[in-house]
């Protein structure tokens, strides 16, 4: 069973930076450990649907933005931690949300489409104040 946990979330003005991190634990059914998993960042604000904000391939070679985070936010990952990041800059009020971290298991291909990754973590909730 995989397990994600997110962490760094909190309350912060807005011009500020946050980073997230994200501790995954575990393996798969068939044995796959973060190692080759594709990593993705989503956040969802009230009343909204969930959004994509960021993912990462298993090798950390490649990324994808949404479009409202691109060159605000960056994507890392720490194979050796079993970690990744969501270092945020620039934070607007906008970017209020809960952020989820989510894996890709199966196959470790980059994707924007929440339905798939099959392993989510609870969430950690920032708020930018204005």
């Known amino acids: 069973q995989v397990q994600l946990v997110e962490s760094g979330g909190g309350l912060v003005q807005a011009g500020g930076s946050l980073r997230l991190s994200c501790l995954a634990s575990?393996?798969?059914?068939?044995?796959?450990?973060?190692?080759?998993?594709?990593m993705g960042w989503f956040r969802q604000a009230p009343g909204k649907e969930r959004e994509f904000v960021a993912c990462?391939?298993?090798?950390?070679?490649?990324?994808i933005y949404g479009d409202s985070v691109k060159g605000r936010f960056t994507i890392s990952r720490d194979t050796a931690k079993n970690t990744v990041y969501l270092q945020m800059n620039s934070l607007k009020p906008a970017d209020t949300a809960v952020y989820y971290c989510?894996?890709?298991?199966?196959?470790?291909?980059?994707?924007?489409?929440?339905?798939?990754?099959?392993?989510w973590g609870q969430g950690t909730q920032v708020t930018v104040s204005s």
């Open positions: 575990g393996r798969t059914a068939s044995g796959r450990t973060f190692g080759s998993y594709a």
């Open positions: 989510a894996a890709e298991t199966l196959f470790g291909v980059l994707t924007t489409t929440p339905d798939a990754y099959d392993y």
């Open positions: 990462i391939s298993y090798s950390g070679n490649s990324t």
